[in-house]
């Protein structure tokens, strides 16, 4: 006789079903109310779980999923952080973005739990800003089908309970939803070569040396710093910024893991020289080099998420 799962069983669930939401939403504040309130409703459904009928994750998700499209149906389409389409010329400053218009950062430790090599390297794709930013460009059912079927493995069956759809209605969705992101981003960089470079980043920059950080950026590197709408492009450019401004002269940066990728904590100092969370700052890849970096501005009180000291 198969005993009825409880807090314990759900609980388990809650990095699984923190990927799923963050996927569908793009946010962190959103992501996290959609889990807590996906495990209150689960838990309070817990004696209509029939085990016979569908596996608990399967049924928790179908609860985060209603959750999730819930959520989307008041909520707008969240942009790329990296997207320098709409930002103007380089170098000018706009008008801040409102809250909820970018895609924000997340640590990977929250989103996946895949210990073989293989699937990491899928789970860790699937939480790259670019891609989640990508996924944004879906409708619901056609994000939903992709995350579900392509990214955590559920049968067509299960994916079609979870979104209470038909086969033939996921199928549909799926499909589209492939062609729609078909090319979608670069080739992964190795996490060797992806450390090597934060790493020599980290060096050039704290010691402000042009000519070391125009070598780990790519060519046609960008640099966006959310939700203020500015950008700049081209290596050169960007490292004698990075490396010149008097605002970054004291600053120092120490590498954590944003959405499965490498990223930094910047630390600027206060007035009395303690050196305090500035800001997150998240990395793309690109031909081995560094292709974009992003400046999530606003983020200060988020480091103990990531796993960064408050003071160094």
Known sequence: MTSTPGAMELEALRIP???Y?????GGSSETEDAVQETLLRAFRRLDTFDPARARLTTWAHRIAHNVCVDLLRASGRRASPMDISELGEPGE????AAPGTYVEPMPGSRLTTATDPAQRIVERES???AFVAALQLLTPPQRAALILRDVLSFSAAETAEIMDSSAAAVDSALHRARATLAGHGPAPTS?????????????AFETHDVDALVAVLHTDVTTSMPPVR???RGAATVASLVAASDACAADRLLVTDINGQLGFGQ???DD???????ALVALEFRDERIGHTTTFLGTAERFAEFGLPTRL
């Open 267 to 269: 630390y600027r100092p």
């Open 17 to 19: 079903l923190t990927g």
């Open 230 to 232: 500015w950008w700049m």
């Open 272 to 278: 009395t020289g303690v050196l305090k969370p500035f």
């Open 191 to 203: 996490e060797a070569i992806a450390h090597e470079l934060a790493e020599r980043y980290v060096r």
């Open 21 to 25: 939401c963050y996927r569908m939403l």
């Open 93 to 96: 400053f706009g008008e801040p």
């Open 127 to 129: 939480i790259r800003l």
